[in-house]
Structures are given as C-alpha cells and as structure tokens.
C-alpha cells in the first residue's frame, strides 16, 4: 500500500522560503515520475512540479518557474519542494503526487496515489 506523508508547511510572509518534503511507505520514488500539486480554496487541484527521474525532466508550472525546485533524495526516499520568493497566491494546500499513470503532468488525473497535503499560508 503505498502511503504519502507530505511535511513542512506553515505561515510566512511574501517573499520568504518554505521547504516541503514529502516522505513515501510502500513505494520508492527513484526512476518514477512523482509531482507537487496544490489547492486553494474554491479552486481545482493544480499542478506545481513534476520531475521524471528516469529522464531527469523537470516541469514547473509557469507562475512558479524560476522560484520552485522540486527534487528526490533517492537514499530517504523523500520528495521536495524548495519553494522561494513565495507571493501570497501561493497560498494553498500542497499535496505530493505518486504513481503516474499518463496525462498531461499537471492534470489531477495523471496521478494516482496523493498524500494528505499540507497547507502553505504567504501573508503580504
């Protein structure tokens, strides 16, 4: 059973940095293709990054290139994402996004297995 186990989520004010982590069970990130999304509210699941370790090919959605780094530490088995410069409509609830099953990297239905998320809050 694979589990997701998103981590470092808080309050900061723009301009400021926060690192997520995302730490999986029953499932091994290395040579997958594995993706952050998030969601604020009365808005749909958007895609953040995606990275396809077996390629190495990142993708960034446009409102974060330049400002997210998602990466993999294939020894913790754990997935980041370096966020900087963060602007209030970065507020969200951010989930960690596992077992690709094909589609468009930042559509929802690309991925199948989601952890519970965590929320990022940008005062300005």
């Known amino acids: 059973q694979v589990q997701l186990m998103e981590s470092g989520g808080g309050s900061v004010q723009a301009g400021g940095s926060l690192r997520l982590s995302c730490a999986a069970s029953?499932?091994?990130?290395?040579?997958?293709?594995v993706g952050w999304f998030r969601q604020a509210p009365g808005k749909e699941r958007e895609g953040v990054a995606a990275?396809?370790?077996?390629?190495?090919?990142?993708y960034y959605d446009d409102s974060v290139k330049g400002r997210f780094t998602i990466s993999v530490d294939n020894a913790k088995n754990t997935l980041y994402l370096q966020m900087n410069t963060l602007k209030p409509e970065d507020t969200a609830t951010y989930y960690c996004?596992?077992?690709?099953?094909?589609?468009?990297?930042?559509?929802?239905?690309?991925?199948?297995?989601w952890g519970q998320g965590t929320q990022v809050t940008v005062s300005s």
């Open positions: 029953g499932y091994t990130f290395s040579g997958r293709s």
């Open positions: 990275v396809f370790i077996s390629s190495g090919t990142t």
């Open positions: 996004a596992a077992r690709r099953i094909g589609g468009a990297w930042y559509t929802e239905s690309s991925f199948r297995d």
